[in-house]
């Protein structure tokens, strides 16, 4: 699954790297490790708005869910599985016509050996920020009339690499090329959607062995 991601690039990073503009105050920004449990904002870009760079909160919440729904849902609806997501009600409306890249530097999963759970930083060989694939809707909050975007990460059977680090469930996050990102964005009909659904290639990945300390080890290349 995908439940920690990695925030280091600036705005004027992401700007570049995504040919968009950021539509946020970089200091509202959370950066470093963060965990979707939090509801944080993640620089996210929509399918609505292909231009801009915004920062939406993390666990979809989906337009039909009424106000109690609304505060139980997001902690169900970090992941999205690709096999599944078709056949979901919180998930089906959103791949159709809402998809969004979610931008990050990396993840973290852990490893299971024996009773001890060892965490790795997973990232791209190239570095920098690179794109998830991801879903997004949009809530009407009964209450303060305030219409709330959110989103879920889609997830993939794991490649090489991921089957290695993250052995118990062996899911990793649908990450995209960058020759993909615009493609994502654009109509697709739902056969099309689906030629997305491969776990990427475990050569163009590295992964490092997070110490107590925040030091990390090189583990694959």
């Not at 975007?149 to 993939?156: E, G, H, K, M």
């Amino acid at each position: 699954m995908c439940y920690y991601t990695d925030q280091t690039s600036s705005n004027k990073a992401l700007e570049i790297r995504f040919k968009a503009q950021a539509k946020y105050e970089e200091s509202l920004a959370k950066k470093g490790k963060i965990s979707g449990f939090t509801r944080a904002g993640l620089p996210i870009i929509t399918q609505a708005k292909p231009e801009l760079i915004q920062l939406i909160p993390w666990g979809l919440i989906p337009a039909w869910a009424n106000e109690e729904q609304a505060k139980e849902l997001p902690k169900n609806t970090l992941n999205a599985k690709s096999e599944s997501i078709f056949e979901k009600a919180s998930f089906e409306p959103s791949i159709l016509k809402q998809r969004c890249l979610v931008l990050v530097d990396g993840f973290y999963e852990w490893q299971h050996v024996g009773k001890e759970k060892i965490e790795y930083h997973i990232h791209l060989k190239t570095n920098g920020p690179f794109a998830l694939a991801g879903i997004y809707a949009i809530w009407h909050n009964p209450r303060t009339k305030n219409l709330e975007p959110s989103f879920s990460i889609i997830t993939t059977p794991a490649n090489d690499l991921m089957e290695t680090i993250h052995n118990t469930k062996k899911r990793m996050p649908l990450i995209l090329s960058a020759d993909q990102e615009r493609n994502w964005l654009a109509p697709m009909s739902s056969e099309e959607i689906k030629t997305f659904f491969k776990p990427f290639d475990s050569a163009s990945m590295q992964a490092q062995k997070v110490k107590n300390l925040g030091e990390q080890t090189q583990l694959f290349a």
